[in-house]
C-alpha cells in the first residue's frame, strides 16, 4: 500500500508518520508538505534512513503540482492533516486558511477521484483529519458527538468545516471512499510554541509572562498526540466508507488550571521554589470570538473499534515537559526568524 500523508512534517502529522513507518514496514509512506512556519523536517530526522519513508515538497493549493503527482506515484490511499492550524492566526488571515484548508482540500479530493475513477479497486481511502472547533461552542453542560450540528466561530473553524462538508460530498456524489475524525485538543512534543501548552512552557523557561486570555475559564479536552495517531491508525485501517468518528480523552480543564498545573511540574524540574512561575501568569484581551467549551463524547469510537487513550494528562504533561527540556536546540531552531515578530505583535493589537 503507498500511501500519501499531507502535512507529516508538522505537529500530529509527524507522530502519523512515524507511527505508519515504524508500524508497517511494507508500506510505503510519502510524505507531503509544504514546510510552512509550522513545518519543520527535524520532527522526523530518526526517519530519514527507513527505506519505506520519502519526504516531497510541495503546496497542496497548486492543482497542477497535486494532480501530477498522484499520476506520477498512483497512491492507494490518502490522509490528511496539511492545514493552517492556529486559530489566532485564522482571525489575523483568513484567506490564507480558506487557500490552505478548503481550496487545498478541494484539491487533492479531486486528484483523489480521477484515480478512484480510474481504478476503484487500487484507490481505497481518503482520510481527513478535522477538529472538534467545527462544532462550535459548548455552555457547561453536554459534550460534542459525530452527529452535532455544525456552528464553527473562528475562521480557522469555518474553513474545517467547509473542507469537512466536501469531504462528505466527494463520498455522497462521486463514492470517493472517505472517513473522517474530528480530535479535540493536543498536546505533546513537536507542537509549535505559539499554541497554549508548549507557549507557556517556552517562556516559563524562560521567565516570561504566560499570556491567559480573558479570565482563563474556557475549557479544552486535552488529548496526548500519541494517542490521536493511535486512533487515526485504527479509524483509516476499520472504519466504514463515508463514517465520522469523534476523538477526545474526557479530560476537560480550564486553561487557568492547566496553566497552573504546568507551573507547578516546572517549578519542580527547574528547581525554582514552589510557586514562583506561577507569578509568571498575566491575564491579556480575550481572543475575538472565544469559545467557551470543546467537550468531545468519544464512545463511538471507543464501543466501534476499541480505542481508549494510553495516558493520564499528568504523565502526558510530564512527557511532554521533559521533551521539551530536552530538546533545547529545536526549541531555539522553531523560535528564531519571524517568531519573536509574530509573538510581539499578538499582544499589541489586542
Ligand atoms: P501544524 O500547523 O502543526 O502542521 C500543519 C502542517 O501542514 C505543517 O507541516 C505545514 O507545513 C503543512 N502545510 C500547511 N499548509 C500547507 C500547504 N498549503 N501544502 C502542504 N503542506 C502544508 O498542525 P497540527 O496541529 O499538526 O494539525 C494537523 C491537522 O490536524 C490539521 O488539519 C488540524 O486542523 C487538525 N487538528 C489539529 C488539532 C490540534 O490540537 N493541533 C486537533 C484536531 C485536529
Ligand atoms: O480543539 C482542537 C483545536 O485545538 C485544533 O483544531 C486547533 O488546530 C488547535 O490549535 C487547538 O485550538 P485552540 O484554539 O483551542 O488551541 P490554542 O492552544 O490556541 O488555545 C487553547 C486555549 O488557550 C484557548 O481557549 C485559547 C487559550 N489561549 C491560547 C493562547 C495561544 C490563551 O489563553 N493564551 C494563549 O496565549
Not at 508500506?27 to 530518526?46: H, M, P, S, W
Request: glycine share 6%; net charge negative.
Amino acid at each position: 500500500m503507498k500511501i500519501l500523508i499531507t502535512g507529516g512534517a508538522g505537529f500530529i502529522g509527524s507522530h502519523v508518520v512515524r507511527l505508519f513507518v515504524n508500524t508497517y514496514p511494507n508500506y510505503e509512506i510519502v510524505n507531503l508538505d509544504k514546510l510552512t512556519y509550522a513545518g519543520n523536517l527535524a520532527n522526523l530526522k530518526d526517519l530519514e534512513t527507513k527505506p519505506n519513508y520519502r519526504f516531497v515538497k510541495g503546496d497542496i493549493v497548486d492543482a497542477g503540482f497535486i494532480n501530477t503527482l498522484f499520476e506520477t506515484e498512483q497512491f492507494n490511499a490518502v490522509i490528511h492533516l496539511a492545514a493552517e492550524s492556529h486559530v489566532d492566526r485564522s482571525i489575523t488571515n483568513p484567506l490564507e486558511f480558506v487557500m490552505t484548508n478548503v481550496i487545498g482540500t478541494v484539491n487533492l479530493l479531486n486528484a483523489a477521484r480521477t484515480l478512484h475513477k480510474n481504478n476503484p479497486e487500487q484507490f481505497k481511502r481518503f482520510y481527513h483529519v478535522s477538529t472538534d472547533e467545527v462544532y462550535g461552542a459548548l455552555g457547561d453542560e453536554g459534550m460534542f458527538v459525530e452527529t452535532t450540528a455544525y456552528d464553527p466561530h473562528s475562521p480557522y473553524s469555518a474553513s474545517k468545516a467547509s473542507s469537512d462538508h466536501f469531504v462528505r460530498a466527494y463520498h455522497d456524489t462521486y463514492k470517493l471512499p472517505c472517513v473522517i475524525s474530528n480530535c479535540s485538543n493536543n498536546y505533546g512534543p513537536n507542537h509549535f510554541p505559539e499554541k497554549l501548552i508548549p507557549l507557556c512552557i517556552h517562556n516559563i523557561q524562560n521567565s516570561k509572562p504566560l499570556p491567559i486570555y480573558g479570565k482563563g475559564e474556557n475549557v479544552r479536552d486535552w488529548l496526548f498526540v500519541i494517542d490521536h495517531a493511535r486512533a487515526i491508525d485504527v479509524i483509516f485501517h476499520n472504519a466504514k466508507e463515508g463514517s465520522t468518528y469523534n476523538i477526545g480523552g474526557h479530560n476537560e480543564w480550564k486553561n487557568i488550571d492547566v496553566i497552573r498545573l504546568l507551573c507547578r511540574m516546572m517549578d519542580k524540574k527547574l528547581n525554582r521554589p514552589e510557586g514562583t512561575n506561577e507569578k509568571l501568569i498575566t491575564f491579556v484581551t480575550d481572543r475575538a470570538g472565544h469559545d467557551l467549551r470543546y467537550a468531545i463524547d468519544a464512545t463511538k469510537l471507543k464501543e466501534d473499534l476499541g480505542w481508549v487513550p494510553s495516558v493520564t494528562f499528568e504523565e502526558g504533561l510530564n512527557l511532554t515537559v521533559d521533551w521539551y527540556l530536552n530538546n533545547k536546540e529545536w526549541l531555539q531552531n522553531v523560535t528564531s526568524g519571524d517568531y519573536q515578530h509574530y509573538y510581539e505583535q499578538q499582544y499589541t493589537h489586542r
